[in-house]
């Protein structure tokens, strides 16, 4: 029971402009999401996150959008830089379970070319 | 040291055999976590520890994967007769609590490969 969902497997992007991911949840007792990324041959590296009592949170080039009713969330990256060749996992996680207990999604390959 | 460290990084073997699989935490981490990443997919917990005990297990996939953590730092995963279907990678992370509001710490992950 997949309750994370990226449903973009992959995204190119031209360096310079806007990366949107987007993430899709069913359990509506998630209340806390992290965005990782992810190099080849690398563990993920924690990114971003957002409490369910926000809908924004901003993070220098990085801004991840809550929207709760839709149980939607996305990462926008401004402006894409080579170095944001990754995978970008979302992650879920509810105060019903203990803490550190995410369920990831399957991840977005993101490209940025020159 | 400064990061996650997992040991080996990759590992072989073949099908019915027993595979331990090392994690060395943050020094002065608290919270240990597995997960494991199959082909495609992304991180599935296994386990936590809060110190030495397992908080939460449910993750495990069956009796033939267990975990310790004794001094509750090191901890090792262990698979019981490999199967094909355990072929994936095995992420470990860290916490200083068990509040990872700012994330955990990955390690890079053993690959493991049943044949």
């Known amino acids: 029971d997949q309750q994370v969902k990226q449903n973009s497997p992959s995204l190119s992007v031209q360096e310079g402009r806007i990366s949107i991911l987007n993430c899709d949840y069913t359990?509506?007792?998630?209340?806390?999401f992290l965005w990782y990324k992810k190099y080849p041959a690398e563990g993920p590296t924690f990114l971003i996150s957002?409490?369910?009592?926000?809908d924004k949170n901003e993070d220098g080039r990085f801004t991840v959008f809550l929207n709760k009713s839709a149980k939607h969330l996305s990462l926008h990256i401004v402006p894409s830089q080579p170095g944001d060749s990754a995978v970008y996992f979302c992650?879920?996680?509810?105060?019903?379970?203990?803490?550190?207990?995410?369920?990831f999604g399957a991840g977005t390959q993101v490209v940025v070319t020159p | 040291g400064a990061g996650v460290s997992q040991t080996p990084s990759n590992k072989v073997t073949e099908k019915g055999k027993y595979v331990e699989l090392r994690c060395d935490p943050i020094?002065?981490?608290?919270?240990l976590y597995w997960y494991r990443q199959s082909l495609g997919q992304g991180p599935e917990f296994l386990i936590y520890?809060?110190?030495?005990?397992?908080?939460?297990d449910s993750g495990l996939p069956n009796d033939r994967f267990f975990a310790v953590r004794p001094e509750g730092s090191v901890s090792t995963l262990k698979i019981q007769r490999t199967e094909r279907g355990d072929s994936a990678v095995y992420l470990c992370?860290?916490?200083?609590?068990?509040?990872?509001?700012?994330?955990?710490?990955f390690g890079s992950g053993t690959r493991l490969t049943v044949v």
């Open positions: 992370a860290s916490s200083l609590t068990r509040d990872t509001r700012d994330g955990y710490t």
């Open positions: 359990n509506s007792m998630f209340d806390y």
């Open positions: 957002i409490s369910s009592i926000k």
């Open positions: 992650a879920a996680s509810g105060a019903a379970d203990s803490w550190g207990k995410f369920q």
């Open positions: 020094s002065g981490h608290t919270a």
């Open positions: 520890f809060q110190g030495t005990g397992a908080a939460d």
